[in-house]
Nanobody, 120 residues
């Protein structure tokens, strides 16, 4: 069974940058679409930040276009989120989700999240 692990979060000042990573580890699977979500303090729902297909096509939440860039390295089963010009409102737990294909079928898996805190 694959495991998704996010990293790269931390505390940064407004206007700064961070690069998040999400690694899918394990064996016996291939990785399809990958996504970044975030859950802001006090909000119950996770917000879709960006998606990337296995061939590299990307899509972003309208409010984040131009500041966030999603990418992936298929050889490493790793997805990235480069975040720049960070705002206090970007403070959230950032989660990755991936569509995983096994010989027995396909499912989606989530990581446990990485905290991003942007200070003013």
């Amino acid at each position: 069974q694959a495991k998704l692990v996010e990293s790269g979060g931390g505390l940064v000042q407004a206007g700064g940058s961070l690069r998040l990573s999400c690694v899918a580890s394990g064996s016996g699977f291939s990785v399809g679409n990958m996504e970044w979500y975030r859950q802001s303090p006090g909000k119950q729902q996770r917000e879709l930040v960006a998606t990337i297909t296995s061939d590299g096509s990307t899509a972003y939440a309208d409010s984040l276009k131009g500041r966030f860039t999603i990418s992936r390295d298929n050889a490493k089963n790793t997805m990235y989120l480069q975040m720049s010009s960070l705002k206090v409102d970007d403070t959230a737990v950032y989660y990755c989700r991936a569509r995983l294909r096994y010989s027995s079928g396909t499912n989606y898996s989530w990581g446990l999240g990485t905290q991003v805190t942007v200070s003013s």
